[in-house]
């Protein structure tokens, strides 16, 4: 495997700065320092902190996408293979790393253009569900439990345990294999 690009460098480094310190540490100084850049080497790949915030929120959503459509290509049945690859994926994510979300909300919410991105992701998401050969109303219900956890642990609001959270996935699977 190839070292990270120069970019993906920096990217990495600003996740841990939000990850260690929190977003309210996520400045260009502390992204530089934590890079082992220059600032100036920082300008160079993201302009300003906008543009570094857009850069993580972009980088989350193409991993994000690549691991459900490479999860969907794992599955054997046709019928349904990307809801389920979204529900598992989705709960992949908040058993790992979600500590980043909340800071790249507050971004967010100072510049919502900065949803663009995450807002063609779904669009893209949405169709593939509606097609995915099961009943367009089962694969959006899913989506939205799927949703509702990602929101709900983000924001530590009732979260579930372990054992709940894998059979609410179980059910989510029997359920995106009925037709």
Same mark, same amino acid.
């Given at each position: 495997m190839s070292a990270p690009s120069k970019r993906q460098h920096i990217l990495d480094a600003a996740c841990r700065v939000v990850k260690e310190l929190g977003a309210v540490h996520l400045t260009l100084d502390a992204v530089a320092k934590e890079a082992g850049l220059s600032k100036g080497g920082?300008?160079?790949?993201?302009?300003?902190?906008e543009a570094l915030i857009q850069g993580m929120i972009c980088d989350l959503d193409e991993k994000y996408l690549e691991d459900v459509e490479s999860q969907s290509r794992k599955d054997t049945e046709t019928l =349904?293979?990307? #809801?389920?690859?979204?529900?598992? *994926?989705?709960?992949? !994510?908040?058993? $790992?790393?979600?500590?980043?979300?909340?800071?790249?909300?507050? =971004?967010?919410? #100072?510049?919502?253009?900065?949803? *663009?991105?995450?807002? !063609?992701?779904? $669009?893209?998401?949405?169709k593939r569900l509606e097609d995915d050969g099961i009943d367009p109303v089962k694969a959006n219900l899913i989506r939205l439990v799927c949703d509702g956890l990602w929101f709900s642990e983000m924001f530590g609001l009732a979260p579930l345990e372990s054992d709940m959270r894998s059979k609410v996935l179980e059910e989510l699977i029997r359920l995106s294999k009925e037709n």
């Open positions: 920082l300008l160079y790949h993201f302009p300003n902190k =349904g293979k990307w #809801t389920r690859a979204y529900a598992i *994926e989705t709960f992949n !994510q908040v058993e $790992g790393d979600k500590d980043i979300y909340p800071a790249l909300l507050a =971004g967010i919410a #100072t510049s919502p253009e900065l949803l *663009e991105p995450l807002k !063609q992701t779904y $669009g893209h998401l949405q």
